[in-house]
């Protein structure tokens, strides 16, 4: 046997996720393993008829302290990480009486678990695993003689290749699994500082990491020749990374992203109060609206931009319904996710063998707080999320003129539409849809002038006489600069606005909506969104 093939004599095993175990540990048993275990795993083996050894058997010192100490040991640690071609260390364990462990298996305290439900501090500190992690180092460390395993999917693998090789690991397995030991290790700690540093109110830690398990590989990133996967984070929210896929070929990177941008956007919407719909293109809405249900909220979310539709994301913040599907699925949609749908509703969109259907279980809190990230060259740029709701904002009328209800309630949904834009955004809305929006310009003045544009498109499209943009309200995603940007909207129709001001020409900005009799509020709050 050479050196790439170690064989197994004896296994220690400690779980908290039980599943799978007792099969495992029997396999093992069978081929004339040892076991040896700790705790509720050792009642658990030993319940099942499989003989087992107490660890404490192999330190001599009983587990103390509630169970906190009981394999920080040299029994334990030397067992893993003797080198076994290495003759001092060979000796070392002859003379203290040390076994070698040649397999060990644990998965580690449920912390990110018990942070998710929102147990209590000490609750959340008793389920950070020290011995665990401290174990799967050692064994991952000493790869070259020890195999390590960290969850159940990877028990069939241990078995095939005893199987195969006379009771021996390969080398190359070992290394596999090593490393994701250690991926395993590392995500569990950045699951723990990110709990604490939030646990303790500190926005900018000396160190961050972030860690998460994988979802699936994808066939590439947002070009073919990028390679890219799918992770889902320990504090993920309703969404892409939680939602069932009920139908479709797979996701491409470019969904995820686009989906991402769809659901959240529309979870601004309570379902409780209204049916929403969110049509996104490119991680941009290309149509929002409100409705009395959701085949009267697509329609209108359609109506903005029916061009930029074709082979978009339809967003819903209601059970899907066979309605709603009948009308999304007469054209060309990449993907739809909902909370939930009907079992007429999936019937309906499973006729499209390419339309991907995403059930998320539920819709993302707007309010929630979290954390957003992204990459820079040799950095991280993290910052809190934007829960910022203009259900919240106190919006102050700074026209002699200020809106009426129906303009208020107008203005309300298209800023609510702009947070979920790119930036520069300009956002025209009405009753309760978006008429025209103007996405990711350098300019202000170009995204009212885009989405005025967009919205004449509409018109002539629908055989209109003039565009929605007649008697709608305009939002704008930060202050004007100027006025030149408001007069566009003006010109196009808009009879109302909602913007965050703040500018160093805001008078100059509010005396030209009160030159044409325009109402304005602003919010105090801006939604850049790069």
Known sequence: MTNDFRRVSRALISVSDKTGVVDFARALAGRGIELVSTGGTR?????????????????????????????LHPAVHGGLLAMRDNAAHTEAMRAHNIRPIDLLVVNLYPFEATTARGADFATCIENIDIGGPAMIRAAAKNH????????????????????????????????????????????????ISNWFANALADIAPDYRAFGGRLIEKLRYGENPHQAAAFYRTPDARFGVSTARQAQGKQLS????????????CVAEFDPARTAACAIIKHANPCGVAEGDNLLDAYRKALACDPVSAFGGIVALNRTLDAEAARAITEIFTEVIIAPDATAEAI????????????LAGGLPDPRAAGLTAKTVAGGLLVQSRDNAVVDDMDLKPVTKRAPTNAELRDLRFAFRVAKHVKSNTIVYAKDLATVGIGAGQMSRVDAARIAARKAQDAADAAGLKEPATKGSVVASDAFFPFAD???????????????????????????????????MVVTGTRHFRH
């Open 43 to 71: 009642k658990t083996l030993s319940d099942a008829g499989l003989t087992v050894l107490d660890v404490s058997d192999l330190t001599g010192f009983p587990e103390m302290m509630d169970g906190r100490v009981k394999t």
């Open 485 to 519: 940007g408001l007069l566009v909207a003006i010109e196009a129709g808009a009879t109302a606005v909602i913007q965050p001001g703040g500018s160093m020409r805001d008078d100059e900005v509010i005396k030209a909506a009160d030159d044409h009799g325009i109402a």
């Open 347 to 358: 019937a309906m969109v499973g006729a499209k063998k390419n339309l991907r259907l995403l």
């Open 144 to 191: 070259d003689d020890v195999a390590v395993v960290v969850e159940a999917s990877d028990y069939a693998a241990v078995l095939a290749e005893l199987t195969q090789h006379a009771g021996a690991t390969t080398l190359a397995l070992r290394r596999r699994l090593a490393a994701k030991a250690y991926a395993r290790t590392a995500a569990y700690d950045a699951a």
């Open 253 to 264: 990177y470019n969904n995820i992203n686009d989906t991402d941008a769809a659901y959240e």
